[in-house]
């Protein structure tokens, strides 16, 4: 008598088929984003009541773009000064973290602790009032413009990061590395400088990009203490085109579209570089 194999299959085991009626449409972040200012644009042009002569939030944009992305442009090189200047000087502030000499370990726990723990925005204000606008060397008078004290204002609580991504990249290769440095009578310069930083570069490169970005994203405190960067330059436009209640949304819907696909991909190159670079 012949069975039916069918009915002795297994419903768990069956290949699982999506039905038609349950298909979803996954929308990922960078098109959410174009998406929501679109919808932004599309509701204030729809919500304005403005005369014949005004123009339309789209095209106030258009006219005040090459501004506002010269604006974006200053806060990307405000970034980048305040990353080199933080991690020249975080590198030398970790690398006093594990000194073993104690007052410079010491005095360099405190610096991280003090920087990294303190509010960027009052750390700014702290540079902005309290650091000279110009300062003589030999009889030469140097300017120090808001945007210069703006950037070693956010080169502080990079330092203090850095210097702890600095500490524990090094405490996390094994012990056994400084047995073998000393084995071939290696200082304890040559062994941190030949040794052990280059093994820590690929552990430092994907948590110093996320500060990078935290950096990028917190240039915009400058426009509080007068830095002409983007959102500064917004509220200026908006104030020139009259200050139109409709204009408002898309004009900062404008700047947070710049810095999410600024930062956006190098959220990504992170979390590519966290898994070729994972510590087995």
Known sequence: MKTDRSEHRLAVLLPYRLAPSRMSIRIGPLSAAI??????????????????????????????????????????LISLLAMLLGTA?????????????RPLAAVSWLLTQFFRNAPWLVLLFFIMFLVPFQITVFKTTIPLPDWVKATVGFALPVMANVA?????????????Q????????FTRRQTMWLIMLPQCIKRMLPPWMNIYALVAMSTVL????????????????????????????????????CFFLYCYPINLWTARLERRFRVR
């Open 89 to 101: 000087a975080g590198l030398g502030l970790g690398l006093g973290l594990l000194s073993e000499f």
């Open 222 to 257: 400058a426009s509080i203490v007068g830095v002409s960067e983007m959102l500064t330059l917004t509220a200026q436009v908006h104030a020139a085109e009259g200050g139109r209640p409709e204009l408002f949304a898309p004009l900062y819907g404008f700047a947070l579209l």
């Open 178 to 185: 400084w047995e073998a440095a000393e084995s071939l009578s």
């Open 35 to 76: 998406l929501c200012f679109c919808a932004i644009m599309a509701a204030s042009t729809a919500w304005a009541q403005a005369g014949p002569t005004m123009l339309s939030p789209l095209q106030v944009i258009v006219k005040w773009s090459p501004l506002l992305l010269r604006g974006f442009a200053f806060n990307i």
């Open 164 to 176: 702890e991504v600095v500490r524990g990249a090094v405490r996390s290769v094994p012990s056994t």
